[in-house]
């Protein structure tokens, strides 16, 4: 089969990857090339997402004709954008004091620049694919012809996006909340919509049923997060310790945070010299505590899972898959996980991982204290999450292969017996988590 000209369109730069989103969209250009077809970067510059980009990392990866940044638009224009913007978020804090759930919602263009689209028109390129990634910026497919194929990487269903994070006592952190309808206009601009678990795909599909069952909608693909694979960490010996990698997200905050008050005093009881090492900008927020190592952001993240040999992913609110999780499969570590950090991963990919209930403090610790003491169990264990993440990938490339060129959007199963890839590109920084995970 042909190479494909494929455009993914992001406000999210990958150049540093230091976040799970980011990491995602970095893989997923990756697994593009991997597949061997030709990608152009396409990056605008959102007040959703302020990282701003390392420019000399991206055109060193993408080729300098292959990595454009869109401009704000003429003076006037930017005004005007900035002034609506300033007017809507007015109002919405007036709705919110007023105590109405409206107050929530974002409108689902109100974030896109009509300059973007004006500029992506321009382009004088012919791409075979186009992939978008997030809903609220799917008004990007409208700019480019029936004939090239269509797609929206959704990262997160956003539809109330609010409500389950106000029913767990967060009253921040969900980002973006968009009405069901408002989220469907976007799912519907393009030929198929990636979702990143069998379960969103699935709660796509209703939601678009419910909502006006003759409108044309469109395929709904599952394409999960590529694990950067190099080699399994080589050594499980470090005992006594464990890491946990995240963002400084309000969601992370209170997992770990329940961890360091319930599961760590319970470790430390039985281990006292136990060490719990922190990753990522999580350790911004974290409190100063005897047991309690914070490594900041880390270039290698396999060095980090060298130096604790043991992952634990307390996480009790969010949505979508945690790449924490996935992390720890690429660098051949097992986790410690709670229920809902687990969510996404079926049970196939479950062998280097130990999952308990949500807020069961005791059975977390009691496999924390276990897994940090015996290097033995952790190497065995490690190997089968790094075997498990080699299956992982090869069933996600098969699926985005199917999404680029529009056949066959079934939701690819990886295959057990599947040929494995000896390596997959590992990222250039410490992934954490992503928005929603």
């Not at 976040?19 to 007040?47: D, M, N, P, W, Y």
């Not at 999780?325 to 410690?336: C, K, R, S």
């Amino acid at each position: 089969m042909r190479p494909l000209k494929v455009a993914l369109i992001s406000m999210t730069p990958v150049f540093p990857a230091k976040a799970g989103h980011s990491v995602r969209i970095l893989q997923l250009c990756k697994a593009i090339r991997a597949l061997g077809h030709e990608l152009t970067f396409v990056h605008v510059s959102s007040k959703l997402d302020t990282q701003k980009p390392d420019t000399a990392s991206h055109v060193e990866f993408f080729g300098e004709q292959h990595y454009l940044h869109l401009h704000d638009g003429p003076r006037g224009a930017r005004a005007v954008f900035w002034l609506r913007g300033k007017v809507q978020r007015r109002w919405r804090k007036i709705l919110c004091g007023l105590g109405y759930e409206h107050s929530h919602y974002s409108h689902l263009d109100e974030n896109w620049r009509n300059a973007w689209t004006h500029q992506l028109r321009a382009l004088d390129r012919r791409f075979d694919a186009v992939v978008v990634e997030y809903a609220f910026n799917s008004r990007a497919l409208d700019a480019f012809p029936a004939s090239t194929r269509k797609l929206l990487d959704t990262h997160d269903a956003f539809a109330d996006r609010h409500r389950p994070f106000l029913a767990r006592g967060f009253r921040k952190g969900y980002w973006v909340s968009l009405k069901p309808q408002d989220e469907n206009r976007g799912l519907r601009r393009a030929d198929a919509a990636i979702a990143i678990q069998a379960q969103e795909a699935e709660h796509f599909r209703q939601q678009l049923t419910r909502d006006g069952a003759v409108e044309r909608n469109p395929e709904i693909a599952v394409v999960s997060h590529f694990i950067g694979l190099d080699q399994p960490v080589p050594d499980h010996s470090v005992d006594h310790a464990a890491l946990y990698v995240g963002t400084n997200m309000l969601s992370n905050q209170i997992s770990l945070g329940q961890f360091l008050e319930h599961v760590l005093p319970r470790v430390v009881s039985a281990i006292p010299d136990f060490r719990l090492r922190l990753a990522g900008s999580i350790c911004n927020w974290a409190p100063d505590l005897p047991n309690v190592e914070k490594l900041g952001f880390v270039d290698d993240l396999r060095l980090a899972f060298a130096r604790a040999p043991l992952s634990v992913n307390p996480t009790i609110a969010g949505t979508g898959i945690n790449i924490k999780l996935l992390d720890a499969m690429g660098a051949g570590v097992p986790t410690i996980s709670t229920l809902t950090g687990a969510r996404g991963l079926g049970a196939q990919f479950r062998n280097g991982l130990r999952v308990v209930p949500d807020h069961d403090h005791d059975a977390f610790a009691d496999h924390v204290i276990r897994l940090s003491k015996d290097a033995d169990l952790r190497r065995s264990l490690g190997l089968a999450a790094f075997a498990d993440a080699q299956r992982w990938n090869e069933g996600q490339l098969a699926a985005l292969d199917h999404c680029l060129r529009g056949d066959a959007l079934a939701d690819v199963a990886p295959d057990p017996h599947a040929p494995r890839r000896d390596r997959w590109p590992a990222p250039r920084s410490t992934p954490a988590t992503p928005t929603a995970a």
